[in-house]
């Protein structure tokens, strides 16, 4: 009888421990971690393919979705090169996430498909990326200060740029 009454106490601290300790749980309105992470893939694999048939919008092998705003005429970059560029992120909401204006960067440190659309570019060009989720930040979320707020990215978002290519810096 002791025995059954222990294992029973012991069984019923599990299953609360189990329930209470529950890591699907997070601040987006009670949802599931897996529940979000499905929302923004469908959302953002939702959006690309509605995009890439808008006028002027070209696909790349990867899935990378780019538009010309302007065609620069000076140097374009290769992955070893630094670049100075102006460009603007966002979800596919329009939640501006970040704006940076004549920032210098390593190509190869920019993620995949930034990487891939100044690649693209030369100098005096401007453009419009829309990028799948594998090739932005993946399974992980960021967070970004922008205009005194937090802004979360989240995991399996689809991100929107618009990039400026000012000056090719060649290694």
């Given at each position: 009888?002791?025995?059954?009454?222990?294992?029973?106490?012991?069984?019923?601290?599990?299953?609360f421990?189990?329930?209470?300790?529950?890591?699907d749980e997070?601040?987006?309105e009670?949802?599931?971690s897996t529940?979000?992470n499905?929302?923004?893939?469908e959302?953002?694999?939702?959006?690309?393919?509605?995009n890439?048939s808008?006028?002027?919008?070209?696909?790349t092998y990867?899935?990378?979705?780019?538009?010309?705003?302007?065609?620069?005429?000076?140097?374009?970059?290769?992955l070893?090169?630094s670049?100075?560029i102006?460009?603007?992120?966002?979800?596919?909401d329009?939640?501006?996430?970040c704006?940076?204006?004549?920032?210098?960067v390593?190509?190869?440190?920019?993620?995949?498909?930034?990487?891939?659309g100044?690649?693209?570019?030369s100098e005096?060009?401007?453009?419009?990326?829309?990028v799948?989720?594998y090739?932005?930040?993946?399974?992980?979320?960021?967070s970004?200060?922008?205009?005194?707020?937090?802004?979360?990215?989240?995991?399996?978002?689809?991100?929107?740029?618009?990039?400026?290519l000012?000056?090719?810096?060649?290694?």
């Amino acid at each position: 009888m002791k025995t059954n009454l222990l294992f029973t106490i012991l069984l019923a601290l599990a299953s609360f421990s189990l329930c209470s300790c529950n890591d699907d749980e997070d601040e987006y309105e009670g949802k599931s971690s897996t529940l979000i992470n499905r929302e923004n893939k469908e959302a953002g694999e939702k959006f690309l393919e509605d995009n890439k048939s808008a006028d002027g919008v070209k696909e790349t092998y990867t899935g990378l979705q780019y538009s010309v705003i302007t065609n620069g005429k000076g140097e374009q970059p290769a992955l070893k090169d630094s670049v100075i560029i102006s460009f603007k992120g966002q979800l596919i909401d329009n939640t501006v996430f970040c704006d940076v204006d004549s920032f210098k960067v390593l190509v190869s440190d920019e993620s995949e498909g930034m990487q891939e659309g100044l690649c693209l570019m030369s100098e005096g060009s401007e453009y419009k990326l829309f990028v799948p989720y594998y090739l932005a930040f993946g399974s992980n979320s960021k967070s970004f200060a922008y205009n005194n707020k937090n802004v979360s990215v989240g995991p399996y978002s689809a991100i929107l740029y618009t990039v400026e290519l000012h000056k090719v810096i060649k290694k």
